[in-house]
């Protein structure tokens, strides 16, 4: 009996093992395409495998349903015309209201212009509060030491440095003096569902399938995109050998671009327009492209054809 009991022991032991070898493998910082993109939209990441690491496509189908005469914010709908509500704002969202432009509905916010402070002296630095757009004044110490710290998590942090606490990863956290390990204001703030929050600056660029953009170095699946690329009238899917880059390519798994449809491995025709100069696009995981920029090395962005173009 006590050899039976062993034998399970070991055997539970190694699914245990197991799962925790799957999860330290499984790194989905690295899966392919836009994934923070997917997220901030709420997209529903699917799977080819329940054991997969990586989604092999994002199911965005309720963004689609979104009305365009109304604007979105952290999971919340708004008429035109509404004000942005507190719960739903970031420190810098000032007189945010849903307005119509440009065929759709989004949100204008005041403009901040927060004092811009060349910090040039080591023992100088800008203090920050979560709960405040702008940083403060410099500070300038004698004494480098005497900058209040905070200790979170066994970590050290200097006053105006940023941290999330393991133990509530939904808030941003700023250390500051008084902090006293209690995430509250002014050091922390719950931080918004969404992070780059596409849908509240750029629901138009949504609607007409456009597709973020990156520079060459950021990372689709941790940055937030620098701008949006639109089909223009030039735009041309260059296909390419599905079964030696997507074997098991299903007709699932397509990107949609403005009106082209692109299967996975299939480009877009680089140069066809402004915002296509040196940026290569490709479909990674559906339903939008990856789009990022050459590298100078590779591309040169001053040699473009010479037409008027605007996409």
Do not use: W
């Not at 739903?88 to 440009?102: A, K, Q, W």
């Not at 902090?179 to 509240?200: D, H, M, Q, T, W």
């Not at 402004?274 to 040169?300: F, H, I, K, Q």
Request: charged residues 25%.
């Amino acid at each position: 009996m006590g050899q039976i009991n062993i034998i399970i022991c070991v055997f539970f032991l190694s699914l245990i093992l197991a799962s925790i070898s799957a999860d330290r493998s499984c790194d989905k910082t690295k899966c392919p395409g836009p994934t923070l993109y997917y997220k901030d939209l709420g997209c529903k990441p699917l799977y080819k495998n329940p054991d997969d690491c990586c989604p092999y496509k994002y199911n965005c189908d309720e963004v689609k349903l979104r009305s365009s005469n109304k604007c979105y914010a952290n999971g919340h709908e708004y008429n035109i015309g509404q004000k942005l509500r507190k719960e739903d704002s970031n420190p810098c969202d000032i007189e945010c209201r849903c307005v119509r432009l440009g065929g759709s509905a989004r949100f204008m916010c005041a403009i901040v212009d927060c004092p811009y402070n060349y910090i040039h002296d080591p023992n100088c630095y800008l203090p920050r509060s979560a709960v405040e757009c702008c940083a403060g004044e410099p500070i300038c110490l004698q004494n480098p030491e005497d900058r209040p710290k905070c200790e979170v998590d066994g970590k050290i942090y200097r006053d105006g440095e940023k941290f999330t606490p393991k133990s509530e990863p939904h808030k941003q956290c700023i250390c500051g003096p008084g902090y006293k390990g209690e995430n509250i204001a002014p050091f922390c703030r719950v931080s918004l569902a969404s992070v780059c929050r596409p849908e509240f600056y750029h629901a138009n660029d949504i609607e007409k399938n456009c597709t973020p953009t990156y520079y060459h170095g950021q990372s689709p699946q941790s940055s937030c995109s620098v701008a949006y690329r639109c089909q223009n009238e030039h735009d041309v899917v260059i296909k390419h050998n599905r079964d030696a880059i997507a074997p098991q390519a299903d007709d699932d798994m397509v990107c949609q671009f403005g009106t082209l449809v692109m299967r996975y491995g299939d480009e877009l025709m680089q140069n066809t327009g402004y915002n296509s100069v040196c940026m290569r696009c490709v479909c990674e995981v559906g339903p939008v492209p990856t789009c990022t920029r050459l590298p100078d090395a590779e591309c040169d962005v001053t040699n473009h054809p010479q037409f008027d173009y605007y996409g």
